[in-house]
């Protein structure tokens, strides 16, 4: 977190050319953002992903203004291409397309996939909300894509491993995908992911009430996807407080809760890849960032960097490229956009209404256990429903050894046993 000296900063920014980001007569839908002059508008538009040619991800309906967070715009029935992704039997899967609201509460769209398996169940059919770990900057790096036209170069691994959607599907209930980095692929900024999440609920529960109208509802989240769940949970009972009966859990796992504390761990070592992605991702939706972005932060930002998936991201991280030489300001980790950012995407005044259950690596270098603890300790401060479970190893292996724990927990909230509240409470005076 260290600043750089002032010289440098300045010496970094001037031995490079600005790139040639387009001026554009008019901003396209999906950059406009309040309060940002025409300029800014440009460069965030710039550093946006590229279209993936399927209207469906890519066209921004003209009247969302005019549209409920959670309504309906289209579907369409990807039972076919999703089947051998699943491999398990479907009665259907529908990609649809909804209203939802960005990080500062603008109009946009979203997209998920509602998987429904052949397989009956006695009594209402159990909905599982899996929000995987995106963690990717091109608008073709989604699992929605993927169970839309089948497997790709830009499928991520971590739609199948773990395979949460295949055991939850085996074993009768709904699964709900929602591509909660939103259309503007805003990896790591968790009020948006909030935002996309609940909206898909919504919306699954639109198109399905024939199937949804009585499920229980509990969501699951690691590492990206962890980030979505953390903000869905704390979001909803302000956002979406007619969910708040019906989600009987949340399971978060390997969860980055304290963005500062990331700076520390994952800032120029073998983890900085994913980090700058992070960064980059969170600018998309945060547009005062942009003004810190010196030039070849500009150039990376929008150059075909700009859609790669998770895989070359997490590769990136060979070259221990510290995010200070990427910015005009010395000190970029304490400057005020920085503080504010830290404190937007903790998110830490707000309660979960649902169950947590929220589990991590003990060994964890890059996104440490100690911002899991603090959590847990402030949503048991809350009053929250919470209990916390360590797992032996670091990221990837607390992601394996955590899987089984976390879809335990999940399976007996969807048969309607209640959580236990693990939080020491003090005693009455």
Same mark, same amino acid.
Not at 168 to 185: F, N, T
């Given at each position: ?41 440009? +460069?965030?538009?710039?550093? +946006?992903? &590229? ?9 921004? /309906? ?17 039972? *076919?291409?999703?089947?051998?992704? @699943? ?64 497997? &790709? ?69 690691? &590492? ?19 969910? &708040? ?22 800032? *120029?070592?073998?983890? !900085? ?34 859609? @790669? ?9 060979? !070259? ?9 300001? /010395? ?65 990837? !292996?607390? *992601?394996?050894?955590?899987? /089984? ?12 046993? /209640? ?11």
């Amino acid at each position: 977190m260290m600043p750089v000296p002032p010289p440098v900063a300045e010496a970094v920014d001037s031995a490079v050319p600005p790139p040639p980001i387009p001026r554009l007569r008019e901003v396209p839908p999906r950059a406009r953002a309040s309060g940002f002059d025409h300029r800014t508008l440009g +460069l965030r538009e710039a550093l +946006l992903p &590229s279209p993936t040619g399927d209207p469906f991800f890519d066209r921004w /309906p003209p009247d969302l203004s005019a549209l409920e967070p959670g309504q309906v715009i289209a579907v369409r029935d990807v039972t *076919a291409s999703a089947s051998p992704v @699943v491999t398990i039997p479907l009665r259907s899967a529908t990609l649809v397309k909804f209203a939802t609201t960005d990080a500062v509460g603008a109009p946009i769209f979203g997209t998920a996939t509602l998987l429904i398996p052949a397989r009956a169940v006695r009594g209402p059919r159990p909905l599982l909300v899996n929000n995987l770990p995106i963690d990717s900057l091109g608008a073709a790096c989604t699992p929605g894509y993927t169970l839309a036209h089948g497997f &790709s170069i830009a499928t991520n691994p971590t739609d199948l491993i773990p395979p949460t959607t295949q055991l939850a599907l085996y074993d009768g209930h709904a699964v709900l995908i929602p591509a909660h980095q939103g259309p503007r692929m805003a990896y790591a900024e968790p009020v948006l992911a909030g935002h996309v999440v609940l909206d898909a609920i919504r919306a699954g529960l639109t198109l399905r009430p024939d199937i949804l109208r009585h499920s229980r509802i509990a969501m699951a989240g690691y &590492s990206g996807g962890a980030i979505a769940t953390h903000g869905a949970s704390k979001l909803v009972g302000e956002y979406a407080p007619e969910l &708040s009966d019906r989600i009987v859990g949340a399971a978060l796992g390997g969860v980055p809760a304290d963005f500062r504390m990331l700076v520390g761990s994952m800032n *120029a070592n073998l983890a !900085t890849g994913l980090f700058h992605a992070a960064t980059f991702g969170i600018a998309r939706e945060r547009t005062e960032i942009l003004a810190m972005a010196n030039r070849p932060a500009r150039w990376l930002a929008t150059s075909p960097l700009k859609n @790669v998936c998770v895989i070359p991201e997490a590769l990136a991280g060979g !070259t221990f490229l510290p995010m200070q030489l990427l910015s005009r300001d /010395p000190d970029p980790f304490h400057s005020p956009v920085a503080e504010r950012i830290y404190r937007i995407t903790a998110m830490a005044d707000r309660k979960s209404l649902a169950p947590l259950l929220i589990y991590h690596g003990t060994h964890e270098w890059w996104i440490p256990a100690a911002g899991a603890r603090a959590l847990y300790r402030q949503q048991c401060g809350y009053g929250a429903t919470a209990a916390y479970r360590e797992i032996f190893g670091e990221h990837i !292996t607390g *992601a394996l050894l955590g899987f /089984p724990v976390a879809l335990e927990w999940l399976n007996m909230r969807l048969a309607g046993r /209640p959580a236990v509240d693990e939080c020491p409470r003090r005693p009455a005076g």
